[in-house]
């Protein structure tokens, strides 16, 4: 089975300032693809970025960058120049190509962290 | 921005009444899956479809029912509502296999009381 620990319940961080969100996992596919979602209080889920495990260098989309760790099954999202608007519940996810995942390969989620970014 | 649709977006409703959670995509996308999340907590899968008259049951365990007629549409049922079924319910859909993954797209969700 696979699974997503995200040990950050809240955050805060100063606006412009670079903020971290924690994201370990566990699983025994070999091939595996890792997601960070942003959940806003209105409730939809946004697509941030996407680290597949035999991608050799780390994530990047615009201010989103994931620092992937394969060897300690971590995937950080580094998020630079913190803006107001980037206050919400963050989710780490994971969808497996191997049989822990199930034949849905569907998503695995954490339990979230919700960041707030002060004025 | 992602096409997938979701409605009603809030609904508030007594115990034992039927209620039927509509969810389309206009992106010809063969998977669908139906979360449900609790306030402040993680996305669990309740149900999927990898097409037309495909439907199968997720993690969790629901009481719900899903139906894939056509491909743009997923819709969820609950016969009897309970106020454990009080939660949010999130619809996806994600494009076939052959890409080097398939980022699953969202919509906006129901937030759903049962009184």
């Known amino acids: 089975a696979q699974k997503i620990t995200q040990t950050q319940p809240g955050m805060f961080v100063q606006e412009k300032e670079a903020v971290t969100l924690d994201c370990t996992y566990d699983?025994?596919?070999?091939?595996?693809?890792l997601f960070w979602y942003k959940q806003p209080s209105s409730g939809e889920m946004i697509f941030l970025i996407y680290?597949?495990?035999?991608?050799?260098q780390n994530a990047t989309e615009g201010r989103y960058s994931l620092n992937f760790q394969k060897a300690r099954k971590s995937a950080n999202l580094v998020i630079s120049a913190s803006q107001l608007g980037d206050s919400a519940m963050y989710f780490c996810?994971?969808?497996?190509?191997?049989?822990?995942?199930?034949?849905?390969?569907?998503?695995?989620f954490g339990s979230g962290t919700q960041l707030t970014v002060l004025p | 921005e992602a096409d997938i649709y979701q409605t009603p977006r809030y609904l508030v409703i007594g115990t034992g009444k039927k209620i039927t959670l509509e969810c389309s995509q206009t992106?010809?996308?063969?998977?669908m899956y139906w979360y449900q999340q609790d306030p402040g907590m993680e996305l669990h899968l309740i149900h999927y479809?990898?097409?037309?008259?495909?439907?199968e049951k997720g993690d969790l365990s629901s009481e719900s029912t899903v139906s894939r007629i056509r491909t743009e549409h997923f819709p969820l049922t609950l016969e009897s509502a309970r106020p454990s079924h009080t939660s949010q319910y999130l619809c996806?859909?994600?494009?076939?296999?052959?890409?080097?993954?398939?980022?699953?797209?969202f919509g906006p969700g129901t937030r759903l009381t049962v009184l």
């Open positions: 996810a994971m969808r497996g190509r191997g049989i822990s995942s199930g034949s849905a390969r569907q998503l695995t």
């Open positions: 479809s990898y097409g037309v008259n495909s439907t």
């Open positions: 699983t025994s596919d070999q091939s595996y693809g």
């Open positions: 996806a859909s994600s494009e076939p296999s052959g890409r080097a993954y398939n980022e699953q797209f």
């Open positions: 992106m010809g996308h063969d998977k």
């Open positions: 680290q597949g495990s035999y991608d050799e």
